[in-house]
C-alpha cells in the first residue's frame, strides 16, 4: 500500500480578504497534480480548510484511499484530528464537510509542517490570489 502525500495551503490578504488555496499532490515521490485557485474574500483558516478539503475532493474522485495530509496550519490540522474544538462560526461547517471527507478514505493521517516545509502550496495559493486579482 502506498500513501498519496498531499500538501495544502490557504492564504489570505487582510484577514479577511482576497484568499487563495494551493495545493500540491505527491504519488511515489512524484508531482501528480496542482491546484492553484482564488477563492473570493476569506479568513485564512477559511482557506486552510478550503484547500485541504479541495485536495480531498480530487483524491475522492481519483479513488485514492491512502493519503497523508500535510498542513502548516496547526488549528486545522488539530481540529482535522479531533484534538481541538472548533469555535469559529465560520469554520464549522467547513469542519463537518471535512469529517464527511475523512470518512471515504481507508486510511488519512494529518501532520503540520513548519511553513518552510510547504513552499510549494503556499506558493500556489499566493498566485491564486494574484492570478485572478489581475482580473478583477
Not at 502548516?72 to 471527507?101: F, H, T
Amino acid at each position: 500500500m502506498s500513501f498519496i502525500e498531499m500538501y495544502a495551503d490557504g492564504a489570505s490578504r487582510s484577514n479577511p480578504g482576497p484568499a487563495g488555496i494551493g495545493v500540491v499532490i505527491y504519488k511515489n515521490g512524484e508531482e501528480l497534480f496542482t491546484i492553484s485557485e482564488y477563492i473570493g474574500k476569506k479568513t485564512n483558516n477559511e482557506a486552510e480548510y478550503l484547500a485541504l478539503l479541495s485536495g480531498l475532493d480530487y483524491l475522492i474522485g481519483e479513488g485514492e484511499g491512502f493519503v497523508n495530509c500535510f498542513l502548516d496550519s496547526k488549528l486545522v490540522v488539530e481540529q482535522a484530528k479531533g484534538n481541538y474544538r472548533v469555535k469559529a462560526e465560520n469554520l464549522i461547517p467547513l469542519n463537518q464537510q471535512l469529517k464527511s471527507s475523512i470518512n471515504q478514505f481507508k486510511e488519512i493521517n494529518f501532520f503540520h509542517v513548519p511553513r518552510e516545509k510547504n513552499t510549494r502550496a503556499d506558493e500556489l495559493a499566493n498566485e491564486g490570489i494574484d492570478n485572478t486579482k489581475g482580473s478583477e
